[in-house]
């Protein structure tokens, strides 16, 4: 079974410019969520998808983020425009159903100076 | 909402010691998860335990979750450098099908 794929692995941009991932959930997953990695901390959830609705975005700043997961399949997260503090992990990860087993990707890794 | 607790936030250890990792939940814990991380990569799935007083173990690493369900401690065996890394737990946020995590234990195996 293919994993979770995310592109691209890593991303160097200037504050104030934009940058989407994408992410590729393993076939069947109906669940998809983006986390949000600062090093030397624990993921956080950013948005939850279930198909191609929203299930959770309380913690995503919308002012500058935004998801979107086009036919309940593959989805991307942007962000415009970035600021210093984005710099992060961006992990993707999918689970069959209701939050049973979850299986990350390789995450994109951002630095914004 | 759920938060868990990791001790400790770093550790190093020679190599072929033992060592143990704990996971602290302010709830109680429905499904817990252990992970592995490369630093600035993806998670790696390790175990995962649901019932009170299970213990899993694959190769040198073993898991247990409590009998009262709040904590959990992951055990490494004669460790070795492929070891290294960072260990996350995470856990099924109540009812929410979501994953929260601890902030990390930072492992760092020296020859």
């Known amino acids: 079974e293919a994993g979770v794929a995310q592109s691209p692995r890593y991303k160097i941009i200037e504050k104030r410019q934009s940058v989407a991932f994408w992410c590729n959930p393993i076939?069947?997953?109906?669940?998809l969520y983006w986390y949000q990695q600062i090093l030397g901390q624990g993921p956080k959830l950013l948005i939850q998808f279930q198909n191609n609705g929203v299930v959770d975005d309380s913690q995503l700043p919308k002012d500058r983020f935004s998801a979107e997961r086009l036919k309940g399949v593959d989805s991307t997260l942007k962000i415009q425009p970035a600021k210093l503090e984005d710099s992060a992990v961006y992990l993707c990860?999918?689970?069959?159903?209701?939050?049973?087993?979850?299986?990350f990707g390789s995450g994109t890794r951002l630095t914004v100076v | 909402s759920q938060e868990l607790e990791q001790s400790p936030q770093s550790l190093i250890v020679q190599e072929g010691k033992n060592l143990t990792i704990n996971c602290t939940s302010s709830k109680t814990l429905y499904g817990l998860y252990w992970y592995k991380q490369k630093y600035g990569e993806g998670l790696i799935f390790l175990m995962m335990?649901?019932?009170?007083?299970e213990e899993k173990s694959h190769e040198k690493i073993t898991a247990k979750l409590d009998e009262k369900k709040q904590q959990s401690s992951l055990h490494i065996t004669a460790s070795q450098p492929s070891h290294a890394g960072i260990y996350l737990c995470g856990a099924d946020d109540g009812g929410a099908q979501k994953l929260v995590f601890g902030q990390g234990t930072r492992l760092t195996i020296n020859p």
């Open positions: 076939s069947g997953h109906a669940t």
């Open positions: 335990l649901q019932k009170g007083g």
């Open positions: 990860a999918s689970s069959l159903s209701s939050g049973y087993g979850y299986t």
